[in-house]
Antibody, heavy 121, light 108 residues
Framework: QLQLQESGPGLVKPSETLSLTCTVS??????????WGWIRQPPGKGLEWIGN???????YYNSSLRSRVTISVDTSKNQFSLKLSSVTAADTAVYYC?????????????WGQGTMVTVSS | EIVLTQSPGTLSLSPGERATLSCRAS???????LAWYQQTPGQAPRLLIW???SRATGIPDRFSGSGSGTDFTLTISRLEPEDSAVYYC?????????FGQGTKVEIK
């Protein structure tokens, strides 16, 4: 059974860089059938797509975050990562990693449990 | 970029009743890149419907999706207490994934 697990600091200072890693277990990140993505959810609010990556390293970013976001993949570790620079309190959210199924019209079929990241000094 | 608008904001119904949730796109959705998710408090979203009307693995048949163009619907035919959740529609297009703002379903 595929599982995704987010990890990283729960507290980040304003203006610094938020860094999270998603570890994929029970399946290969190098499958041509999937993308891998990051989504966030501020407290009490809805879902916001951040970006996706293919195992080849091809990336897709939300245009509103593009200047601050970098998503990378490490196929040897079966992991992909998110870096969000110059964070502010508005970046406080639960961050989810997820799998996108290319054959299912790019729906997100598997999600990590999410990790809360607070931006505060 | 397509904007998805969901209505109503909140739906309050009794067990056994039918719930109809709407998702309207600002432009016509090409092909079938429309999905629905269920999120209960403190949990990650769960995929219910992909490709407008296909149920994801393990999803009960009381959940169904329909629609085309700019108007899409998630129907829960007979509400169960565990269906109390927030439901989101999601679209993929032009290398961008977009979510609606969500509809909260409350069970009386």
């Amino acid at each position: 059974q595929l599982q995704l697990q987010e990890s990283g600091p729960g507290l980040v200072k304003p203006s610094e860089t938020l860094s999270l890693t998603c570890t994929v277990s029970g399946g290969s990140i190098s499958s041509s059938s999937y993308y891998w993505g990051w989504i966030r959810q501020p407290p009490g609010k809805g879902l916001e797509w951040i970006g996706n990556i293919y195992y080849t390293g091809t990336t897709y970013y939300n245009s509103s975050l593009r200047s601050r976001v970098t998503i990378s993949v490490d196929t040897s570790k079966n992991q992909f990562s998110l870096k969000l620079s110059s964070v502010t309190a508005a970046d406080t959210a639960v961050y989810y990693c997820a799998r996108v199924v290319r054959g299912w019209y790019d729906a997100l079929d598997m999600w990590g449990q999410g990790t809360m990241v607070t931006v505060s000094s | 970029e397509i904007v998805l608008t969901q209505s109503p904001g909140t739906l309050s119904l009794s067990p056994g009743e039918r719930a109809t949730l709407s998702c309207r796109a600002s432009q016509s959705v090409s092909r079938s890149y429309l999905a629905w998710y269920q999120q209960t408090p403190g949990q990650a979203p769960r995929l219910l419907i992909w490709g407008v009307s296909s149920r994801a693995t393990g999803i009960p048949d009381r959940f169904s999706g329909s629609g085309s163009g700019t108007d899409f619907t998630l129907t829960i035919s007979r509400l169960e207490p565990e269906d109390s959740a927030v439901y989101y529609c999601q679209h993929y297009g032009s290398s961008t994934w977009t979510f609606g703002q969500g509809t909260k379903v409350e069970i009386k």
